[in-house]
Every structure is written in structure tokens, then in C-alpha cells.
């Protein structure tokens, strides 16, 4: 497909002719399980991944879904064992076990977080052919100075990349770290974290200080990483070498402080992030099934989408009345609007960017 045509299907699959929410229109024989991740290329295709019982890469193209990468099987606590001849780790066939997250580099190079096997997966973007990116697949922490192939990670939940497209940042939450790759030299270190379980201090330095379940990131355009918290229930911002809470800084799991001091808000198991177009944090609070935005320069947190504390399936003409159910993911497309991937209700949702 031509880079044009991509971008035009993208636009024409969000098309919202009578409300400003619908699901995205995808269907065909590999319908949706449990969609956690999207993001775009720069023509505008759409890709995303798919957690377990799948464990499949997909892109969507004139309106249907199409696996492009991963052997379809459940690792799941009730599920099997990876079907032979593949096995786990293959990568030609290339087999997942646990995917969590999708970025699309500047190159169109397609970047999937398998988390449960340890490492950082590059798809061709013609191809859709598997390389090891970052990882040896082993459980453990090394590799910090060296190139990201030869390192090792506990568990990578995400590998967003920079506004620039030229560094990787991984919430490394097994080894309770983060850390960041340079694509041009392959060079991975550590940027936050000590390797133990805590909350840290404001204004602490980053490496010597604590994380409690680092579970995404996301880069700001003036550089900030901010880090959401699985464990922790809270959002941190990493610059200039050190970090501070900036939504709940108690730690506790709720639902409060909408509209209030984002300090003093509540999460409930965050698991996503993402930036938007007026500089927000999108926070994807996905036990409160819901999307919540920070807003850095007011330093508030109000709820974006869905119902506080609620999960349902219900799509209303707007965000604010549509609901969720354990959302995974969050992404501002190409077309300015957003895509919520609504994991437990096997969808993406598509609308007008709140």
C-alpha cells in the first residue's frame, strides 16, 4: 500500500460520522484478543499487540485485522505449552509469550516488549522477519556500557521511544529500573532506579533511588521521562538526573483527587502512558478502568475517559460516558485522535483527542 493510501484508510477507519467514540471498524478471520499496545508508522498504518490467549503482532489494513507476527497460542495460566515445531524464543518462526507493548521507530522498524521472555524484539517493516533487538532472553540484569543484545532484563513491560526516535526507554519492572538504549550505537544503561522497592525521595538522584514497579514510560518533547507505577500507584517524572512524584505521592491504590493537586491524587494499578498534543501525561488507569491526564504545568489530574472505578462496555457519544474494562494502552494517532486499546473488552477504541 502507498504512503498516502495508508494514511487515507487510517482516516477513513476513525471516521466518526455519528458519535465521537466507536470502536475501530476491524474484521475479518483474526479478530482482537485482548489488545494491550498500538502505535503508527509514519504513513499511518496502525499495528498493535495482543496479550495472551493470542500472543500475536497485528496491523490493521482496509479495515480487517491481519496477524503479522507471533505464533497464535495461550500462555495463559490455564493455557498451553507453545505448539510445535515453534518453541519459545524462536524467532523464525518467531514465538511470544506475553506481549505488552509496540513502537514503531522513525525507519518503520516495528519494536515488540516480550516481556516474558526477557527481551526487545525488531520486526522488518517490509518483511514483518524477527531480530533480536535487546535481550539474551535470560532472566537477570547486565549489560549496562555494552550493546542491548548482549544484555539481560527481568521482565520488560515497555519500549517507548523518544520524540526524536533516536533512544528506546524500557520499564525494566523485575529489576526495578529503567533504562534507555541509543539506537545509533546500540548502547544500553541505566537512567532510574537502584534495583529495590520503594518510594523515592523527591529530587533524589535517579539511580540511587528506589521504584516500586516501573511499568511504562514515556519521553516528553523537553526531554522529561516520566514513569508510571504499577506497584506504586503513581506517576514519576526523571529529569536532569533526578526524579519526584508528581501524582500520588502517598503511594496508596484508590480512585480520589480528580480536579485536585496531582499530588495528592489516587491510581489504582496504572499500566500505560503516553503524551499528548497539549503536553499531558495520559495516564492509562487500568484497575480504575480508566484514562486519566496530568497536566505538568497545572500539576492536576482529572479523568479523561470512562467512569472512575467502573468497568462496563458501554459506548456513549463521548469519552467521558464511554466505559472500559482494564485498558492496557493508549496512543495519539497520526490523525490527532485517540486510541484506547480496551484489553478486556477485545477492542480499540478510536475518538476526538479529549
Known amino acids: 500500500m502507498r504512503p498516502r493510501s495508508a494514511l487515507r484508510a487510517l482516516l477513513c477507519l476513525a471516521a466518526l460520522p455519528l458519535a465521537a467514540v466507536e470502536i475501530l471498524p476491524a474484521t475479518g478471520a483474526d479478530k482482537l484478543a485482548e489488545p494491550f499496545s498500538?502505535?503508527?508508522?509514519?504513513?499511518?498504518?496502525?499495528?498493535?499487540?495482543?496479550?495472551?490467549?493470542?500472543?500475536?503482532?497485528?496491523?490493521?489494513?482496509?479495515?480487517?485485522?491481519?496477524?503479522?507476527?507471533?505464533?497464535?497460542?495461550?500462555?495463559?495460566?490455564?493455557?498451553?505449552?507453545?505448539?510445535?515445531?515453534?518453541?519459545?524464543?524462536?524467532?523464525?518462526?518467531?514465538v511470544f509469550n506475553g506481549i505488552h507493548d509496540v513502537a514503531v521507530g522513525p525507519d518503520g522498524a516495528i519494536y515488540i516488549a516480550d516481556t516474558f521472555q526477557h527481551r526487545i524484539v525488531r520486526l522488518d517493516p517490509k518483511t514483518y522477519a524477527a531480530t533480536a533487538f535487546a535481550g539474551t532472553g535470560e532472566?537477570?540484569?547486565a549489560g549496562d556500557g555494552?550493546?542491548?543484545?548482549?544484555?539481560?532484563?527481568?521482565?520488560?513491560?515497555?519500549?517507548?521511544?523518544?520524540?526524536?526516535?533516536?533512544?528506546?526507554?524500557?520499564?525494566?519492572?523485575?529489576?526495578?529500573?529503567?533504562?534507555?538504549?541509543?539506537?545509533?550505537?546500540?548502547?544500553?544503561?541505566?537512567?532510574?532506579?537502584?534495583?529495590?522497592?520503594?518510594?523515592?525521595?523527591?529530587?533524589?538522584?535517579?539511580?540511587?533511588?528506589?521504584?516500586?514497579?516501573?511499568?511504562a514510560t514515556c519521553v516528553a518533547k523537553d526531554g522529561t521521562v516520566y514513569i508510571v507505577q504499577r506497584e506504586g500507584h503513581s506517576l514519576i517524572a526523571l529529569k536532569d538526573g533526578k526524579v519526584k512524584t508528581v501524582v500520588n505521592v502517598a503511594g496508596k491504590k484508590g480512585a480520589a483527587g480528580d480536579n485536585g493537586p496531582a499530588a495528592e491524587a489516587q491510581l489504582n494499578g496504572p499500566k500505560y502512558i503516553c503524551m499528548?498534543?497539549?503536553?499531558?501525561?495520559?495516564?492509562?488507569?487500568?484497575?480504575?478502568?480508566?484514562?486519566?491526564?496530568?497536566?505538568?504545568?497545572?500539576?492536576?489530574?482529572?479523568?479523561?475517559?470512562?467512569?472512575?472505578?467502573?468497568?462496563?462496555?458501554?459506548?456513549?457519544?463521548?469519552?467521558?460516558?464511554?466505559?472500559?474494562?482494564?485498558?492496557?494502552?493508549?496512543?495519539?494517532?497520526?490523525?490527532?485522535?485517540?486510541?484506547?486499546?480496551?484489553?478486556?473488552?477485545?477492542?480499540?477504541?478510536?475518538g476526538s483527542a479529549p
Open 38 to 94: 498500538v502505535d503508527f508508522d509514519a504513513q499511518g498504518k496502525l499495528y498493535g499487540v495482543e496479550f495472551t490467549p493470542s500472543n500475536q503482532v497485528f496491523e490493521v489494513r482496509d479495515g480487517k485485522v491481519h496477524a503479522i507476527a507471533g505464533v497464535r497460542w495461550n500462555s495463559g495460566p490455564k493455557g498451553s505449552q507453545p505448539p510445535a515445531p515453534a518453541k519459545a524464543k524462536d524467532l523464525s518462526p518467531v
Open 139 to 141: 532472566s537477570g540484569f
Open 146 to 215: 555494552g550493546p542491548a543484545t548482549q544484555a539481560k532484563f527481568n521482565n520488560p513491560f515497555c519500549c517507548s521511544l523518544s520524540p526524536d526516535g533516536k533512544a528506546m526507554v524500557i520499564a525494566d519492572l523485575g529489576n526495578s529500573r529503567v533504562r534507555r538504549i541509543d539506537l545509533a550505537t546500540n548502547r544500553i544503561e541505566t537512567i532510574a532506579g537502584n534495583g529495590k522497592r520503594g518510594i523515592p525521595e523527591a529530587g533524589s538522584p535517579a539511580l540511587t533511588a528506589p521504584l516500586n514497579g516501573p511499568r
Open 276 to 350: 499528548d498534543a497539549k503536553g499531558r501525561v495520559l495516564i492509562v488507569d487500568t484497575e480504575n478502568h480508566a484514562i486519566r491526564a496530568y497536566d505538568p504545568s497545572k500539576q492536576t489530574l482529572e479523568t479523561v475517559v470512562g467512569t472512575l472505578g467502573k468497568a462496563g462496555a458501554k459506548i456513549a457519544p463521548d469519552w467521558a460516558g464511554t466505559q472500559l474494562k482494564r485498558p492496557h494502552g493508549a496512543r495519539i494517532g497520526p490523525d490527532g485522535k485517540l486510541y484506547v486499546s480496551d484489553s478486556e473488552n477485545s477492542r480499540v477504541l478510536v
